[in-house]
């Protein structure tokens, strides 16, 4: 496992925003926790990580996301992990602090982004943590056939994942390289009355066998935006464990699974590459100046 970062040689906080490829990123310092750092893309919060604790993760998200992996996989065993989405690397940090043996992958598209997670929020990457600069969905189409234990989908454009990480296709590539207990991990944000997490989940339950949703109860029952997490695997997930663990979070989340869930989802369809999404965030997208463009065909 990782040592935690001296708190004596964390590094400076950057002065301004800086501009990246994709997006301009603000770091703000947590004056309640010398280490603490928010992360903000475009004026939204996207992530946060303890430089000196990695294993304490800020977020509530963050939190939730990691007790599936830690109940689908427990600590002790070994863990090859890939995430799409890279910001400070916070969830794969946290792994990197908690496990005794680990191969992390994460790509994230601008590499100006994993810059500034190396000078300003304390990312090293090694044997146990590397980042690959490039689309996402291409980097997992060149990893060997059932080499992960973990798929984890946490990238945004604007506020909304890029179609093309949520879809039909990009499903069966993920189960390709998740070995048969893998887990496929999804964190997006929606709004009522949740026409995107609804369609995301009926495209996992389309290809796994066992899926599971959680997020506030609020937001569950389309009183409020916010973050899902929706996990699913070709083997069952103990969803009154996840429950367990969830409940016992400083902001506990419910979760749904079996024939609650299939209510929850009703008549939403799976999504697919060559459809343009219809959710409520997509008809939002030129707000962001983000265009729909359909996927090119996979190559294998």
Same mark, same amino acid.
């Given at each position: 496992?990782?040592?935690?970062?001296? @708190?004596?040689?964390?590094?400076?906080?950057?002065?301004? +925003?800086?501009? *990246?490829?994709?997006? *301009?990123?603000?770091?703000?310092?947590?004056?309640?926790?010398?280490?603490?750092?928010?992360?903000? #893309?475009?004026?939204?919060?996207?992530? !946060?990580?303890?430089?000196?604790? +990695?294993?304490?993760?800020?977020?509530?998200?963050?939190?939730?996301? =990691?007790?599936?992996?830690?109940?689908?996989? +427990?600590?002790?065993?070994?863990?090859?992990?890939?995430?799409?989405?890279?910001?400070?690397?916070?969830?794969? /940090? !946290?792994?990197?602090?908690?496990?005794?043996?680990?191969?992390?992958?994460?790509?994230?598209?601008?590499?100006? *982004?994993?810059? @500034?997670?190396?000078?300003?929020?304390?990312?090293?990457?090694?044997?146990?943590?590397?980042?690959?600069?490039?689309?996402?969905?291409?980097?997992?189409?060149?990893?060997?056939?059932?080499?992960?234990?973990?798929?984890?989908?946490?990238?945004?454009?604007?506020?909304?994942?890029?179609?093309?990480?949520? @879809?039909? #296709?990009?499903?069966?590539?993920?189960?390709?390289?998740?070995?048969?207990?893998?887990?496929?991990?999804?964190?997006?944000?929606?709004?009522?009355?949740?026409?995107?997490?609804?369609?995301?989940?009926?495209?996992?339950? =389309?290809? !796994?066998?066992?899926?599971?949703?959680?997020?506030?109860?609020?937001?569950?029952?389309?009183?409020?935006?916010?973050?899902?997490?929706?996990? =699913?695997?070709?083997?069952?997930?103990?969803?009154?464990?996840? =429950?367990?663990?969830?409940?016992?979070?400083?902001?506990?989340?419910?979760?749904?699974?079996?024939?609650?869930?299939?209510?929850?989802?009703?008549?939403?369809?799976?999504?697919?590459?060559? *459809?343009?999404?219809?959710?409520?965030?997509? /008809?939002?997208?030129?707000?962001?100046?983000?265009?729909?463009?359909?996927?090119?065909?996979? @190559?294998?």
């Amino acid at each position: 496992m990782s040592k935690a970062a001296n @708190t004596n040689a964390l590094p400076d906080l950057p002065a301004h +925003p800086i501009p *990246v490829e994709q997006v *301009v990123i603000e770091i703000v310092g947590d004056p309640r926790n010398v280490g603490g750092r928010l992360v903000l #893309q475009d004026g939204v919060e996207s992530s !946060y990580i303890d430089i000196a604790h +990695p294993e304490r993760l800020g977020f509530e998200y963050q939190r939730h996301l =990691a007790s599936v992996i830690d109940v689908m996989h +427990p600590r002790r065993r070994a863990l090859s992990a890939f995430q799409i989405g890279g910001g400070p690397c916070a969830v794969m /940090r !946290y792994l990197d602090a908690t496990r005794r043996d680990l191969r992390a992958l994460v790509a994230e598209l601008d590499p100006g *982004v994993i810059a @500034t997670a190396e000078r300003y929020l304390g990312l090293v990457q090694g044997p146990r943590l590397r980042v690959e600069v490039g689309d996402g969905r291409a980097v997992m189409q060149r990893l060997p056939d059932a080499s992960l234990d973990i798929v984890v989908v946490d990238a945004f454009m604007g506020l909304v994942v890029p179609h093309a990480l949520v @879809t039909s #296709q990009f499903v069966v590539g993920a189960r390709r390289v998740l070995r048969p207990e893998g887990v496929h991990i999804i964190n997006l944000i929606d709004i009522p009355p949740n026409g995107y997490a609804t369609a995301v989940v009926a495209t996992l339950r =389309a290809k !796994y066998a066992d899926v599971i949703v959680m997020a506030d109860a609020a937001v569950i029952g389309g009183d409020s935006a916010g973050n899902f997490v929706i996990a =699913a695997s070709d083997r069952s997930i103990p969803a009154e464990i996840v =429950a367990r663990h969830s409940v016992r979070d400083d902001d506990p989340w419910q979760v749904l699974s079996g024939r609650p869930l299939v209510r929850w989802v009703g008549d939403a369809a799976p999504l697919d590459d060559s *459809v343009e999404p219809d959710h409520e965030l997509a /008809r939002l997208g030129d707000l962001f100046g983000r265009v729909w463009r359909p996927q090119p065909k996979d @190559t294998a």
